[in-house]
């Protein structure tokens, strides 16, 4: 089974964006949002003000300048392709989100790249956590969720900006 990426977070880390888990472009890639037709990037890059053609490390550097972090809810399960519809629920391990809060207790809010993050999150997660934590929902940027428009995306991410 494929293990998910590790966390991009410093110590400006206030917000905590959430995928699922990496589809197999970025799991190949080791990169975050790597598919070229995920708009993640291209989000961050209209909201933060950095070069859409920057490097990867160039853009990782962006986002945790505006105090933005990246991780994913699950650190391994299988499934069968990209798709968060084909996550086979039995196999699914959640990261050590106890413990990251712990190291990172500057993080006050979290939000989440689609329902799928969302509701592993609220079900595995949360629960078990000692304190509560800000948790709020965003479209997806995976170009499997394109029924709504790349504006409208970009109007809805605006909120990780806010930083509360």
Known sequence: MPTGLPPVVDGRTRVLVLGSMPGEVSLQRQQYYAHPRNAFWRIMCDLIGFEADAGYSSRLRGVL????????????????????????????EVNDFEGFFVEHPGVSQVFFNGAKAESVFRRLVAPQLAAPIDCIRLPSTSPAHAAMSYRAKLEAWRAVLDIG
């Open 65 to 92: 300048s505006a105090g933005i972090g990246l991780w994913d809810v699950l650190r391994v399960c299988d499934r069968p392709g990209s798709l968060d519809a084909a996550i086979v629920r039995e196999t699914m």
